[in-house]
């Protein structure tokens, strides 16, 4: 495998020089900050966040055991999945690969910086075909984004096959691990060194129930790292998701304890759906959710929005056909759900 990350990127931002904020010029101690035009009131709202986010950064390095040069933080996965295209697809000329079906955000992301999906479709049983995938590739592809465990499907990919991706593939593999942490399969992040290609996205938005501060990561080997990082907002993640994510960081036991819980009651989730007459179908899960399959999804996702419950109809998706997405809940919110199923029989 030949990887050239100087061959892959976009011309003009090989070439781009980032702003430089005041906050880039001087970042040392000092008692009197009149280089960025801040207000001198309202403390400590006034001062503009760290640019690179180095003390949350660093807690980030502890936890996953990845030095800091090799870890994006963004405005959640969201931010990495759109600067990687902007960063290496040509609008109009380049393209990427994905499976389907997957996350709907790489398509958007590819939508709006007009760049072109070939889609590779999943095996009935949702399973990963490496070769489909690979045959797939043109001169012109420059990313294939894989998502494991994958949403809506829920499984996680064979990772044979996704090693084979990446070490044939010349482009970028971004594999998606926004719900590792619920899956007995381990992370690819101790692999980062091996592959220079390997972008692997994860978030603090499911395990570790911060979704409203909007914090993802993206790691990656220096290189694609550093282009990240030019090519960013300069102060993408604001003081309060800086201060309250690094506090939040320090609670890694409350959340491996909510992970036990979750687990255990997708578990007991899986267990009571089958055994109503409209369910079809469980997937086996190794993430956050359960994908169900049923008997008029449209009818019983109605009946429950009229009980005030919400899940995502995802039955008009490839593969998924009467397929409804149900996130694990509390044990309180997931009996109601099943209160509200045992009503229907
Ligand atoms: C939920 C999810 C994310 C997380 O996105 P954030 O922007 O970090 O909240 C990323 N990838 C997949 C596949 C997801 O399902």
């Given at each position: 495998?030949?990887?050239?990350?100087?061959?892959?990127?976009?011309?003009?931002?090989?070439?781009?020089?980032?702003?430089s904020s005041a906050r880039d010029e001087f970042s040392g101690e000092a008692a009197v900050f009149l280089d960025a035009n801040e207000n001198p009131y309202n403390s400590p709202w006034n001062r503009y966040p760290d640019p690179h986010q180095r003390i949350l950064k660093e807690k980030v390095c502890e936890i996953k055991h990845v030095p800091t040069e090799k870890i994006f933080l963004g405005n959640g996965s969201d931010e990495p999945i759109d600067l990687l295209f902007r960063a290496f697809c040509e609008p109009?000329?380049?393209?990427?690969?994905?499976?389907?079906?997957?996350?709907?955000?790489?398509?958007?992301?590819?939508?709006?910086?007009?760049?072109?999906v070939n889609q590779v479709a999943?095996?009935?049983?949702?399973?990963?075909?490496?070769?489909?995938?690979l045959a797939a590739v043109t001169a012109e592809t420059k990313i294939i984004f894989l998502c494991s465990p994958n949403n809506p499907t829920g499984n996680t990919?064979?990772?044979?096959?996704?090693?084979?991706?990446?070490?044939?593939?010349?482009?970028?593999?971004?594999?998606?691990?926004?719900?590792?942490?619920?899956?007995?399969?381990?992370?690819?992040l101790p692999d980062l060194d091996k592959y220079p290609n390997l972008v692997i996205l994860q978030t603090f938005s499911k395990?570790?129930?911060?979704?409203?501060?909007?914090?993802?990561?993206?790691?990656?080997?220096?290189k694609i790292i550093e282009v990240l990082s030019r090519i960013k907002y300069p102060y993408n993640l604001n003081i309060l998701t800086q201060q309250?994510?690094?506090?939040?960081?320090?609670?890694?036991?409350?959340?491996?304890?909510?992970?036990?819980?979750?687990?255990?009651?997708?578990?007991?989730?899986?267990?009571?759906?089958?055994?109503?007459?409209?369910?079809?179908?469980v997937y086996p899960s190794d993430a956050n959710f359960v994908l169900v399959q049923v008997y008029d999804p449209r009818g019983i996702y109605n009946y429950l929005v009229d009980e005030k419950i919400i899940v995502r109809d995802r039955s008009s998706i490839a593969l998924c056909e009467g397929c409804l997405r149900i996130s694990i809940g509390s044990p309180e919110e997931n009996a109601t759900l099943m209160e509200a199923f045992d009503q229907l029989i």
């Open positions: 495998m030949n990887f050239d990350i100087d061959r892959l990127l976009r011309r003009n931002i090989r070439n781009l020089k980032p702003y109009a000329k380049d393209n990427v690969v994905s499976i389907n079906p997957t996350y709907g955000m790489y398509r958007v992301a590819a939508d709006t910086n007009n760049i072109a999943l095996t009935s049983d949702f399973e990963l075909d490496a070769g489909s995938v990919l064979d990772n044979c096959g996704i090693l084979q991706i990446i070490s044939n593939f010349n482009g970028l593999v971004v594999v998606d691990e926004a719900y590792i942490d619920f899956c007995p399969e381990k992370s690819l395990a570790w129930g911060m979704a409203g501060l909007r914090l993802g990561m993206a790691f990656a080997n220096e309250k994510g690094l506090e939040l960081l320090a609670g890694e036991q409350l959340k491996n304890e909510w992970v036990k819980i979750i687990l255990k009651e997708r578990e007991k989730m899986i267990r009571n759906l089958l055994l109503y007459p409209f369910v079809i179908k």
